[in-house]
């Protein structure tokens, strides 16, 4: 049976379907809550920052799933988490949940949801950058390279030149704070699976989300985000959009996430990098009347289609699982 490198870069999980026979209606009714609810985190997002400062509201969303998960993984794991194990969870979180969310959110203030979604599918893309640059790193395909680069066409069809083809261009610096956020996220990801973390990614994710959520709260303490907070001023609008995020995005999301990563395999898990975008952009014109241009759609084709020309090149070796790795919206 092929394997899926963990996050430790030493245990495995597995890539096809597990010993343990498998509800079909489960795993679908898991892949169409990875499609849609991760895709819709994005929508959440936005109507959150709508009257919760970004870093605020990622921190609630992330520390309070975190402290509710821990506890309860940590108990039925019966595994003790070792303090190389937390540092690397620390770094991680940081880098995953801190950078990278509290940035998506952050991002979210100017750039509609569904383009946020987009270049956040660009994660894809600089995963094998930062992988071929890292001490050891590999060498990636003519395929994933072309991939790249049809990519950065894509986002700078996006950012620039203004009016192209009567239409508006993205925010520049919130579109290049979310391709950073991707980034970020790049980098952690290839990181937690070079360092220590625990056999179960539940208990790694637990340990993520309290890392994270803990720095982007304080990091919302020292931009005055908390001082300048009034519960008072957040509307029903907002409130539902965090406890969307918190149980629908994160708790649900992410265990039908770990459950189809269990029963199915790495290609058919990866679908989700290119659906996901699809649904934010549905959402965001359908819900919140977003604009979707020609330019918008030229450009979602072409970085789609890069991200799809990544995650179906043919890999030496079985190294590489960033295809199935969440998001920076979305985990």
């Known amino acids: ?11 495995t999980l597995p890539l096809s379907p597990s010993s343990v026979p498998a509800n079909r209606a489960l795993v679908l009714l898991s892949f169409a809550s990875v499609y849609i609810l991760w895709g819709s985190t994005y929508f959440a997002i936005r109507v959150g920052v709508e009257s919760i400062p970004p870093y605020l509201l990622a921190g609630m969303r992330h520390l309070a799933v975190g402290l509710v998960f821990y506890p309860v993984v940590r108990f039925t794991t019966r595994e003790k988490p070792t303090l190389a194990q937390w540092r690397t969870a620390f770094i991680v979180g940081c880098l995953l949940l801190g950078v990278g969310n509290g940035t998506v959110s952050w991002a979210e203030q100017t750039v509609p949801s569904g383009i946020a979604a987009l270049l956040v599918a660009t994660v894809s893309l600089w995963m094998v950058l930062v992988d071929w640059l890292r001490p050891g790193g590999l060498r990636p395909a003519l395929r994933v390279i072309g991939g790249f680069l049809l ?3 894509g986002m700078a069809l996006l950012i620039g030149p203004k009016h192209l083809g009567g239409a508006e261009r993205v925010d520049p610096l919130g579109a290049l704070a979310l391709i950073g956020a991707s980034f970020a996220w ?6 937690s699976r070079h360092h220590p973390l625990p056999r ?4 790694s994710m637990a340990m993520q989300t309290v890392s994270g959520g803990a720095a982007l709260c304080l990091f919302a303490m020292a931009r005055g985000e908390v001082r300048n907070f009034h519960f008072a001023q ?8 965090l406890v969307y995020l918190v149980i629908f995005g994160s708790a649900l999301g992410f ?26 952009l549905f959402l965001g014109w359908f819900f919140a009347a977003e604009p979707v241009s020609a330019r918008t759609l030229v ?7 890069a991200v799809i020309l990544v995650i179906t090149a043919p890999h030496k070796t079985v190294h590489e699982v960033e295809e199935a790795m969440p998001a920076p919206g979305e985990a």
Do not use: D, E
């Not at 049976?1 to 245990?11: A, I």
């Not at 179960?200 to 208990?203: D, H, N, Y």
């Open 1 to 11: 049976m092929s394997t899926l490198p963990s996050r430790s870069g030493s245990q």
């Open 151 to 153: 990519g950065f066409a």
């Open 186 to 191: 790049a980098t952690g990801s290839i990181y």
């Open 200 to 203: 179960s990614p539940l208990l």
């Open 234 to 241: 957040v509307t029903t609008r907002s409130w539902m959009g």
């Open 255 to 280: 265990s039908a996430y770990v459950y189809i990563l269990k029963h199915s395999t790495a290609a058919h898990v990866a679908t989700y990098a290119f659906v996901n975008p699809v649904v934010a």
């Open 299 to 305: 450009a979602s084709a072409v970085i789609l289609t």
